[in-house]
């Protein structure tokens, strides 16, 4: 069966550690996406990025980078430079405008 | 940005019971979804409904673009139903989707 997979599922960094987070599709999806979720919040889209090696800013992206050098892929790295970066992860992939989005199953993020 | 209202922002439910989610936005919105996320956070895609109705067993969604507001209707909750409601629109001409708070929904058995 087609669809997205995150992992891993939880994750701890220390201080001042860069980690990435992998986002994988099989459903040959052009459009993929990282959000970032707070608890008792909405989404808050970090990147995005629309085809393969071309990827946006999204409105909250300082402190994270992204990659697609697969259309398959794009991990994201939290680098050191995100201040709070404890947090869930999610990851969508969608075929295109008027297509829905799907969602990975997320990464739970903690700083230790 | 189209500022986006859900209401009511918590609901519970006893089991069997019918409920309506809403979403008003303040200007006209493209491509409105609904996605439900379980407890354990994984969002689950409803519908996709720019405009008109669209039901899927015991949902069923409405878009009045004109009128700027999306209805979610759940028939015979059931306690898997739990869980945060999201709606979300493409923000302007772009990609990129924009959700709403959300609303918190509770099934009790």
């Known amino acids: 069966d087609g669809g997205i997979t995150q992992s891993p599922k939880y994750l701890f960094r220390k201080e001042g550690q860069n980690v990435t987070l992998s986002c994988e599709q099989n459903l040959n999806h052009d459009a993929m996406y990282w959000y970032r979720q707070d608890p008792g919040q909405g989404l808050r889209l970090i990147y995005y990025?629309?085809?393969?090696?071309?990827?946006q800013k999204g409105d909250i992206a300082e402190g994270y980078s992204v990659s697609r050098e697969k259309k398959e892929s794009f991990p994201l790295t939290v680098t050191s430079a995100q201040k709070n970066p404890t947090a869930f992860y999610l990851c969508a992939s969608t075929k295109g405008p008027g297509y829905g989005y799907t969602f990975g199953s997320g990464t739970r993020l903690t700083v230790v | 940005g189209i500022q986006v209202e859900q209401s009511p922002p918590d609901l519970i439910l006893q089991e069997g019971a019918n409920s309506t989610l809403r979403c008003n936005f303040s200007?006209?919105?493209?491509?409105l979804q609904w996605f439900h996320q379980n407890p354990w956070g994984q969002l689950i895609n409803l519908f996709y409904?720019?405009?008109g109705t669209k039901q899927n067993g015991r949902l069923s969604a409405t878009t009045v673009a004109t009128e700027r507001y999306s209805l979610l209707y759940i028939s015979s909750s059931q306690t898997t139903d739990s869980g945060v409601y999201f709606c979300a629109h493409h923000q302007g001409g772009s990609e990129k989707l924009v959700f709403g708070k959300g609303m918190k929904l509770t099934v009790n058995p």
């Open positions: 409904i720019p405009s």
């Open positions: 990025s629309q085809i393969v090696n071309d990827f």
């Open positions: 200007d006209s919105v493209n491509n």
